[in-house]
């Protein structure tokens, strides 16, 4: 179907340049096998693959620029330091400049070959297509597990549609992704945000594939780290179930004030240690947590407001400047 285009564009467009963009942390094993299979896939569209080296502390650094120096489609960024998934893959959206550009793993979970067919569906009129897993090959239970709660538990706080099974896979239009760069949060869950900016959406459907090499990075206390962050990006629910519990307890204080005058009134009341302490203990628990909460706000405002780039870049190869120069772009979006 085609979607209808306020700005006038030609239903049945072809893309001018498509941009892959696939962050890279220690992925030395994959680095090869993953140019071939993009290229193969994508051998009839005109394309450019932005690869960000996540500071690798193996080969991949020197496998990119070899790769780099090979094909000037390949183009490299090195990041100064570990700034972690989400922080490469927006360095790589940054840099990439094709009307359509992707973002997908670089580890070969998501298959390249997936990649005609979310054209097909942006040809179309689509602007964000995201690809739905079927499966999920080689991962443990417990990632399964985790990935399914996280999801319902997600769409439940955050009103926000985010697809059961769609990672960060994504085929972003310039509109989308223009509008996705300019959300200058630091905590960037780029799943939500793409769903966030709206535009037509289209999902496409594949097969999950273990890692190519290598070893998964998110480790839990990472995958609690990447929870919070989503959830807090996207919802105050938390907050408002803190004041929530406030009235709840007040309520519950009230109530029992006349139970307690009865009780001494006629002669029942027994003056109870333990109750008290249960009493305080409980609510000091739940104070705690509140306060908890209330900090992993704050603690997100004060980065915020700090406004620190989200990424330094070390260096580039084929990115129109000398190779392997010397730089430090900051990774804010441009104006
Ligand atoms: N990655 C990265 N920086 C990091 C951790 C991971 O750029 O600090 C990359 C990694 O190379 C891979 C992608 O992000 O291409 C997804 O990471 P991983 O496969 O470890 O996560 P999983 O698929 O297990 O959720
Ligand atoms: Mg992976």
Known sequence: MLE?????VPAQREPTLVSVVAPMHDEEGTVEAFYERVRTALENVPFELVLVDDASRDRTPQLLDSLADSDPRAKVLHLSRNFGHQAAITAGLEHASGDVVVMMDGDLQDPPE??????????????????????RAGESWFKLATARWFYRFFARVTQLELRENAGDFRLLGRHALDAMLSMRERNRF??????????????????????????TKYTLPRMVRFFL????SFSWLPLQAATLLGFVFSIAAFLGLPLVIVARVIHIYVPGV???????????????????????????IYDEVKGRPLYLVRSTRNLGRPAGAEEHREGVMAP
């Open 229 to 232: 962050d989503a959830m807090t």
């Open 4 to 8: 209808p285009d306020p700005r006038g």
């Open 114 to 135: 997936v990649i005609p067919r979310m054209l097909d569906r942006w040809r179309e009129g689509a602007e964000v297509v995201f690809a739905v897993r079927q499966s």
């Open 190 to 215: 780029l799943r939500g945000m793409s769903v966030w900016v709206g535009f037509p959406q289209a999902a496409v459907p594949y097969e999950r594939d273990p890692r190519h090499a290598g070893e």
């Open 274 to 300: 333990s109750s008290i302490l249960f009493v305080v203990l409980l609510l000091g628990g739940i104070q705690l947590i509140t306060v908890g909460l209330i900090g992993e706000y704050v603690g997100r």
